[in-house]
C-alpha cells in the first residue's frame, strides 16, 4: 500500500512540475526535470501499473495546463485531458518495458517525439503544450527548431531528463547518458549562435496591430455592435499617426456578417481609404449560404481585394465533426457551436513598404513589396499551415485571434509559445492581433518584441503597437523538408529495437 501512495505521488509530482515549465509560471528548467519522477515509477510492475501512473501524470498535467478550457466546455476539457493523457501512458508503458528489459534509455527521446507528433495529428490534432515549446524563451536554445521543428527542443529535454534518471539509478551507463546530453547542449547551443551570426534582413514593412478588448458577451450583441466599430475606428486613427504600411485587427473584429457582394464592410472600407492605409481585418463572411471565419484586406484605397477563410476550424466550437451521426452533440455541449465550412486555398496578401534614404546627398525612395499569410484563431499551432504558407513564398506570417473565451487565464501566453516556434521553424516574423490579448510582434529568431500594453498588462486592455517588422533571406531546412526528424526518429526506434533484439541478445545468448 505503501509503494502504491508512493507511486500515485511521484506520478503526480511529474505532472506538477511539468505544469510549473509552462506559463502562467514559466519556471522553464523543470521541462530538464519533470518526466524524472515517472520514469522511476515505470522501473518495476505490471504492464498496467506502467500505464497508469504515466496517465495519471499526463491527467495532472494537462488538467492543470488545460484549466481554462472549462470557459469553453467542461465536457470538452475533460475528454480532451484524457485523449492527451493517454500518449503518457503509452509513453510509460514503452519506458517501462525499456527500463525492465535492459534495453538503451536512449530509445525513449525518440519514442517521446514520435507520440507528440501522433497527438499532433490524431483526431484533427492538439498540439498544444509540446514539451519543447516550454524553452520558448529560451533563443539561445530554440534556434534547432528551423531544422528539427519543435521536436527537436522535445527530443533534447526528454534526452536530460533520461541522463538525469540514469545518473540517480547509477545506471553503468550513466558517464555515457550524461555526456550525450552534454554533447546534444553544446551542438545545440552552438547552432544557435551560428543562426544569430548568420542572419541576414532583405527588408522591412512597418506593421500596426489594434487590440479592440471587446468583452465575449458582447462581440455579438447588435446593441453593441457601433459602439466595438467605433472603437476599432479610434484605434485604426491613432495607429495611423505611426506611418504604418498596414493595420491588422483581431479575428472577428468587425461585428457585422460580410456577404458576397459589392461594398462590404464599408465602414472598413472608409477607413482604410480615409487613412490611405491598407487594413487587414478578421470577419465572419458568407458565401453561398456557408459561413466562413476569414481575413479580408482592404488596400489604401478601401478596396476590398483578398479573402482567407481558416482552414483548420475548431472541432466542437467551429463546428461538429461527422454531423450527421453527432448533431445531437449540439444539444447537450454547454457553450454553442458554430456551423462554420473550412477554406481550402491558402491566400497570400500584398503589402507595400516605401523605403526613404540618401545616397551621395540625393534623397531616393523605392518601393519594397511582401507577401504574407494568415493564421486564424489556432491555426499557429499547427505547423503544417505556416509551412504551407512559407513554401508559397510568405515574408512574414500574421496570426489573428480571439482568445477572450479563456478569460484572465495562462491561456493567452501558452497560445503565443506556439507563433515562436512558427517563427523559428520558418524563419519568418509573425505578428499577432488578439481581441483581448496578446498583440505582440515575434521576430524570426523567436525573440518576442513589445506589443500592446498598458500599466503592465497584455491581456484584457485595448491599445495598438507598432513596430518595423524585418524580413529574413532565405529558407530554411523545415521548411522545404517538413517533419523528416520525426521520420527520422521512428526510424530510429526501428533501428534500435532491430539492434537489440538481434545482435545484443545474440551476444547474451553466446
Not at 153 to 170: D, E, K, T, Y
Not at 361 to 390: M, W
Not at 463 to 488: L, P
Request: hydrophobic letters at 45%; proline letters at 4%; aromatic letters at 16%.
Amino acid at each position: 500500500m505503501r509503494s502504491k501512495w508512493k507511486n500515485i505521488a511521484l506520478a503526480v509530482l511529474s505532472g506538477i512540475l511539468g505544469f510549473l515549465a509552462f506559463p502562467p509560471f514559466e519556471f522553464a528548467f523543470l521541462g530538464w526535470v519533470c518526466l524524472v519522477p515517472v520514469l522511476f515509477v515505470v522501473r518495476s510492475g505490471s504492464l498496467k501499473e506502467a500505464f497508469f501512473y504515466p496517465f495519471l501524470s499526463g491527467m495532472v498535467f494537462f488538467g492543470c495546463l488545460l484549466y481554462w478550457f472549462v470557459n469553453v466546455s467542461i465536457p470538452g476539457m475533460l475528454i480532451l485531458v484524457f485523449v492527451l493523457s493517454v500518449f503518457y501512458g503509452l509513453f510509460g508503458v514503452i519506458a517501462g518495458y525499456v527500463l525492465r528489459h535492459s534495453i538503451d534509455l536512449l530509445l525513449l527521446p525518440f519514442v517521446w517525439v514520435v507520440f507528440e507528433y501522433i497527438r499532433s495529428h490524431i483526431f484533427t490534432g492538439f498540439p498544444w503544450g509540446l514539451l519543447g515549446y516550454s524553452q520558448y524563451k529560451n533563443v539561445n536554445l530554440i534556434q534547432i527548431a528551423d531544422l528539427t521543428g519543435a521536436y527537436g527542443v522535445s527530443f533534447l529535454l526528454v534526452v536530460c531528463n533520461v541522463a538525469i534518471f540514469a545518473w540517480l539509478v547509477r545506471s553503468k551507463k550513466k558517464a555515457a547518458y550524461m555526456v550525450t546530453a552534454l554533447l546534444f547542449l553544446i551542438m545545440a547551443t552552438a547552432y544557435s549562435a551560428y543562426r544569430f551570426n548568420n542572419y541576414y534582413i532583405r527588408g522591412s514593412s512597418r506593421i500596426s496591430v489594434v487590440q479592440g478588448n471587446i468583452p465575449q458577451r458582447y462581440k455579438w450583441d447588435a446593441a453593441f455592435a457601433e459602439e466595438i466599430v467605433a472603437r476599432y475606428g479610434g484605434l485604426t486613427e491613432k495607429a495611423a499617426k505611426d506611418g504604418p504600411d498596414m493595420i491588422i485587427w483581431p479575428e472577428t473584429s468587425y461585428p457585422y456578417l460580410v456577404e458576397k457582394g459589392d461594398n462590404p464592410a464599408g465602414e472598413i472600407s472608409a477607413l482604410a481609404s480615409g487613412q490611405k492605409i491598407p487594413i487587414l481585418a478578421g470577419i465572419v463572411y458568407r458565401d453561398s449560404g456557408s459561413y466562413y471565419n476569414s481575413a479580408v484586406l482592404f488596400d489604401e484605397k478601401g478596396k476590398f481585394t483578398d479573402i482567407y477563410s481558416k482552414t483548420h476550424l475548431v472541432p466542437f466550437g467551429e463546428y461538429v465533426p461527422f454531423e450527421k451521426h453527432l448533431s445531437f452533440l449540439r444539444e447537450h455541449v454547454d457553450k454553442p457551436i458554430g456551423n462554420f465550412e473550412n477554406g481550402e486555398e491558402y491566400t497570400l496578401f500584398p503589402v507595400r513598404s516605401l523605403v526613404s534614404g540618401a545616397a551621395g546627398g540625393i534623397r531616393t525612395r523605392r518601393t519594397n513589396f511582401y507577401k504574407f499569410g494568415v493564421l486564424i484563431c489556432f491555426e499557429d499551432v499547427f505547423p503544417y499551415i505556416t509551412r504551407e504558407f512559407a513554401r508559397k513564398g510568405a515574408d512574414f506570417m500574421v496570426n489573428i485571434t480571439n482568445d477572450a473565451w479563456f478569460g484572465e487565464t495562462a491561456a493567452p501566453r501558452q497560445h503565443l509559445q506556439s507563433s515562436v516556434f512558427r517563427a523559428v521553424e520558418n524563419r519568418i516574423p509573425v505578428i499577432r492581433a488578439a481581441n483581448t490579448g496578446i498583440s505582440c510582434f515575434v521576430d524570426s529568431t523567436g525573440k518576442i518584441l513589445p506589443g500592446v500594453e498598458k500599466e503592465g498588462k497584455e491581456i484584457f486592455v485595448s491599445g495598438f503597437a507598432t513596430d518595423n517588422v524585418n524580413m529574413y533571406a532565405g529558407r530554411t531546412y523545415y521548411t522545404i523538408y517538413g517533419d523528416i526528424f520525426v521520420y527520422f526518429c521512428a526510424f530510429m526506434i526501428i533501428l534500435l529495437v532491430i539492434t537489440e533484439r538481434f545482435f545484443l541478445r545474440g551476444k547474451k545468448g553466446n
